[in-house]
């Protein structure tokens, strides 16, 4: 699905290196994990992946099944099935939720030489999605993201994730902000969408959305690569003794 | 004291080969007044301190500049909406193309008919708010439109109206210069809806006095027209009496100068006074000025000013406002917005906000800012498929969205919004 090979990323405003050589490939229907301490390099890695501005790609490749992602627009990646839910979801106001949902799922049927979704089925398909993650209809009313809790917006994340049907998802810090109760109900939409077709990489700095969440696959990230890679116990590891220990030993 | 020699110059040139029309005694001395005022004041020059941002010279001319005629496929505005058209075609009545001037709770008339009747309960307004208006800024543009205005339309609303005015200003004349002067008189408890639709002529001088008596309400919703070259000067004068409400919104499409200037005077108790604009402007041509003046001369009231611009290629946006809040005119609650989303680096925003309070317990607020499209929320759309144009006209019409919020009726404001999308998605 997903393959990443030796990505190095600079910012584009100052001479700094950011990503040094990342390796990573995730086969369709794999969950995978990055966790790393702070300015390991994760959130630039979903942000090159998904097109942000500001980075420059000096080595490497990315590709979704096989497609070069890196030199695309971010809306042709998110036609591709690629999807980004923000760590911190922006806030759109005058424009409301709905509005905003059915202009991008039209925007990605319609690049992919797709028939747009009728209003009616639209509001079906968006109702009945809604409902599952505690999603009421005046949350859909309201302009994007605006006077959401954080709760609400990661919520309306996963919503959004579940309208555009993604291949490629990659959560950045999607438990950042949630109480006990929200991220169970983030990560039963999550596991809900888990599919054959889709694969996950899950951007984390703790193990407890893993609980949820269960990985196939956990990659621990620091100084821009991926320095450890195991099952689901390395995240456990990483919960008892800390970043500390890992790095030491790859050091 | 004498007025300085550019202004002078200026006023005596513009005033060569003007007469007053005649009317009613009371109408001839109206336009007597007003014609004084302009002589005392002076026409604008871009000396003067209230017009340092925009240049007031083809406002004031003798001569008209051309103005190329626009040609649309969109629909006339408000076309589904039922409501009373009263249709001016460069400034001039047009009675066949206009529906019968009636509908419940109005009486309307045409301007030059009031102003020839002996006793008319316009001789109360027309020309009285304008003078009110004058101090402390000279508004001389105001005073001309009064002394020489022969058309125009006079409407008293007596109760709740069974449906909109709107008043259609078609420009067919490429060098037209037209002057229209329109009077709203709302009776204790009545509430009526004025449209304003059209861009009118190529040089358009444009004064509205609106009279609100005790919980009155006055809704307004005006469209500047579309045409690139016309120069226009609106005035609106409203005095807001207790408990009422008085709510105006402009959208400005093109123009290569457009100055609207709105003058409230709250005197009431416990009254509403609403302004708001969008304007949209592409190219270093267009020039678009809102200068506004709201005074709390009373308790418990609140005001409202919200102004929104888009500008690019090279295009100006001004916006002068203040609230002057008189002693004791406690409980104020003064709000004031304005800014401008620049689409590029050649275009500016120009605004300059002002708070004068002579109250010790109100509240007053202003605010003004120029910025871009937040790249965050322009990547944050474009990750979930949108298009770059379309997520940049989206985020536009975001910011847009507070000032059309000010539009009372949902279905106008759906309408200009849907203009607006379509204005957006043809400069590109």
């Known amino acids: ?251 | 004291m004498a007025l300085a020699k550019l202004k002078s110059d200026t006023t005596e040139a513009r005033l060569a080969g003007v007469t007053l029309p005649t009317g009613a005694a009371w109408a001839n001395a109206a336009r007597a007044d007003a014609m004084a005022r302009v002589r005392e004041m002076g026409l604008p020059t871009k000396r003067d301190e209230y017009w340092k941002y925009t240049d007031p010279t083809t406002l004031t001319d003798a001569a008209v500049g051309q103005a190329a005629l626009f040609h649309s496929e969109e629909a006339a505005l408000f076309d589904a909406v039922d409501r009373v058209r009263v249709v001016f075609v460069d400034g001039v009545f047009d009675a066949e193309a206009s529906d019968d001037l009636a509908a419940e709770g109005l009486e309307i008339e045409r301007l030059s008919d009031a102003m020839a009747t002996d006793i008319h309960w316009a001789k109360d307004v027309y020309g009285v708010l304008e003078a009110r208006g004058q101090k402390p800024v000279a508004r001389t543009l105001a005073a001309l439109n009064t002394a020489v205005a022969t058309d125009g339309v006079v409407i008293r609303a007596t109760a709740k109206a069974a449906k909109p005015i709107n008043l259609i200003y078609l420009h067919r004349d490429e060098t037209s210069d037209a002057v229209l002067h329109n009077l709203v008189k709302v009776e204790p408890g009545a509430e009526v809806t004025l449209l304003e639709t059209g861009p009118a002529a190529a040089r358009f001088s444009k004064l509205l006095e609106v009279d609100v008596a005790d919980g009155g309400t006055f809704h307004h919703v005006r469209a500047q027209g579309r045409d690139h070259e016309r120069r226009a000067v609106t005035h609106c004068f409203a005095r807001i009496a207790a408990e009422s409400t008085f709510k105006s919104f402009t959208l400005t499409f093109n123009g290569v100068l457009t100055r609207n200037e709105c003058v409230l005077e709250i005197v009431g108790d416990d009254a509403t006074a609403h302004v708001a604009g969008v304007c949209v402007g592409d190219g270093k041509d267009f020039h678009h000025d809102d200068t506004v003046f709201i005074t709390h001369d009373a308790v418990n009231c609140e005001s409202r000013q919200v102004f929104k611009k888009v500008l690019r290629n090279g295009a100006t946006g001004v916006f002068q406002g203040k609230i002057l809040v008189k002693e004791g005119a406690q409980k104020t609650d003064g709000y004031q917005i304005s800014q401008s989303l620049l689409l590029d680096d050649d275009s500016q925003f120009l605004a300059k906000p002002e708070l004068e309070i002579y109250a010790d317990d109100v509240a007053c607020s202003h605010g003004s800012t120029s910025g871009a499209i937040d790249e965050t929320a322009l990547f944050y759309l474009r990750s979930r498929g949108v298009p770059h144009e379309d997520a940049r006209n989206l985020l536009t019409l975001s910011f847009l969205a507070e000032a059309l919020e000010e539009i009372a009726d949902e279905g106008l404001a759906e309408e200009l919004r849907d203009r607006l999308e379509g204005w957006l998605a043809r400069h590109r």
């Open chain 1, 1 to 251: 699905m997903l393959e990443i090979k030796g990505l190095e990323v600079k910012l584009e405003e100052e001479d700094k290196q950011i990503l040094k050589g990342v390796d990573l490939k995730i086969e369709p229907g794999m969950v995978h994990a990055i966790m790393g301490p702070n300015g390991s390099g994760k959130s630039t890695l979903s942000y090159v992946l998904s097109g942000r501005d500001g980075y420059e790609v000096t080595g490497g490749s990315a590709t979704l099944e096989g497609n070069d992602l890196l030199d695309m627009e971010p809306e042709e990646r998110a036609a591709l099935g690629l999807f980004l839910a923000f760590q911190y979801p922006v806030e759109i106001p005058g424009v409301g939720n709905m509005t905003f949902l059915r202009t991008a799922v039209n925007a990605q049927r319609k690049s992919r030489g797709e028939e747009e979704l009728s209003a009616a089925d639209f509001l079906k398909e968006v109702r009945a999605k809604a409902k599952s993650l505690k999603i009421d209809a005046d949350m859909l009313k309201r302009p994007v993201n605006v006077g959401f809790s954080g709760g609400e917006k990661k919520r309306n994340e996963i919503l959004q994730m579940a309208m555009l049907e993604p291949k490629m998802c990659i959560l950045d810090e999607t438990d950042s902000g949630l109480d006990v109760d929200a991220m169970k109900l983030v990560s039963e939409g999550v596991n809900a969408l888990r599919s054959e077709g889709r694969s996950f990489l899950v951007i984390t700095h703790y193990q407890r959305l893993l609980d949820h969440i269960k990985p196939d696959i956990v990659h621990i990230m620091a100084d821009g690569r991926i320095v450890k890679s195991g099952g689901p116990e390395l995240a456990l590891e990483v919960e008892n003794n800390g970043y500390a220990d890992i790095l030491a030993e790859v050091a």
